[in-house]
C-alpha cells in the first residue's frame, strides 16, 4: 500500500530557479491538497483540488502554481523560487467527496514530505 | 474564520505518566475537530477526530480527546505515556462542509526515561 507518494525527498534551488513537486495516491481519492510546514507555524494550506479537473486556493497561494493531472497526480510548482519558500511541503488526498457528494469528516491522508532549501 | 491555538510548544513527561496536550479552537459553525501525529521525517497520521456524535472520542495507541463547547476546547490525553509517544501532535479543525483543514502550530511530545 503506497498510499500517498511524493518526488523528490530531498531538493536545493538557487533564487529564480523553477522546480516541479509530484504528488501521486493510488486509494482513488477525489481530493487532493498541498500543505506546507514552517516551524512554529504548522501546516498551512496552498493549494486543493476538491475533484479531477478543478483546483482552488487556500491560505497561502502566493507563488505556486498547481495541476491536477488526472484523477491520481497534482503537482505543485514553483515558477520562481525564493528564500521564503524554504519549507517542507506536504501532498495529502482525502475521499471527503464521494460520488458528486461531502461525506463524513475531510480526514487526510499525507505522503512523507519534500524538503525544499531555497538558496 | 476558524483557527487552532495549541498551548505549549513542548511538552516532556516521564514513561508511564499522564500526556496532556491542549488545544483551543475558534469557529463561526459547529466544527470538525482532529488530532494528527506526525513521528521523526514522516507524514501527519489521523489520532482521532470529532464529528459532533460523542463528545468523548477514543483514537489509536490509547489516545482520546474530550470536546468541551463551553470551553472551546478539544484537548489530548493519555493515561500513561510510552517511549514511542514521542513525536509532534497537531490539532485541527474544519467546518463539516469545507475542504479546508487549519491546523495549530502543534506541541512536541518528549517522553523520559
Redesign the interface.
Known amino acids: 500500500n503506497a498510499g500517498?507518494t511524493q518526488t523528490p525527498k530531498f531538493q536545493v534551488l538557487k533564487t529564480g530557479q523553477s522546480m516541479t513537486l509530484q504528488c501521486a495516491q493510488d486509494m482513488n481519492h477525489n481530493?487532493m491538497?498541498w500543505?506546507r510546514q514552517d516551524p512554529?507555524?504548522?501546516?498551512?494550506?496552498i493549494y486543493?483540488s476538491?475533484s479531477e479537473g478543478t483546483t482552488?486556493k487556500?491560505?497561502v497561494p502566493n507563488g505556486y502554481n498547481v495541476s491536477r493531472l488526472n484523477k491520481r497526480e497534482f503537482s505543485l510548482r514553483l515558477e520562481s523560487a525564493a528564500p521564503s519558500q524554504t519549507s517542507v511541503y506536504?501532498c495529502?488526498s482525502s475521499d471527503?467527496?464521494s460520488g458528486g457528494r461531502?461525506s463524513?469528516?475531510?480526514?487526510?491522508t499525507?505522503?512523507?514530505?519534500s524538503r525544499l532549501t531555497v538558496l | 474564520a476558524q483557527s487552532?491555538t495549541q498551548l505549549g510548544?513542548h511538552v516532556s513527561v516521564s514513561e508511564g505518566a499522564l500526556v496532556l496536550l491542549r488545544c483551543n479552537y475558534s469557529s463561526s459553525v459547529p466544527p470538525?475537530l482532529?488530532w494528527?501525529v506526525q513521528y521523526p521525517?514522516?507524514?501527519?497520521?489521523?489520532l482521532l477526530?470529532y464529528?459532533s456524535a460523542a463528545t468523548l472520542v477514543k483514537g489509536i495507541n490509547g489516545f482520546e480527546a474530550e470536546f468541551k463547547k463551553s470551553e472551546t476546547s478539544f484537548h489530548l490525553t493519555k493515561p500513561s505515556a510510552h517511549m514511542s509517544d514521542a513525536a509532534e501532535y497537531?490539532c485541527a479543525v474544519?467546518d463539516?462542509?469545507?475542504?479546508?483543514?487549519?491546523?495549530?502550530?502543534?506541541t512536541r511530545l518528549f517522553v523520559k526515561a
Open positions: 500517498v481530493s491538497y500543505y512554529g507555524m504548522g501546516l498551512r494550506l486543493y476538491a482552488d487556500g491560505e506536504f495529502a471527503f467527496l461531502k463524513g469528516a475531510n480526514v487526510l499525507f505522503g512523507a514530505g | 487552532v510548544s470538525y482532529f494528527y521525517n514522516q507524514g501527519l497520521q489521523l477526530k464529528t497537531f474544519s463539516p462542509g469545507g475542504f479546508k483543514t487549519i491546523f495549530g502550530a502543534g
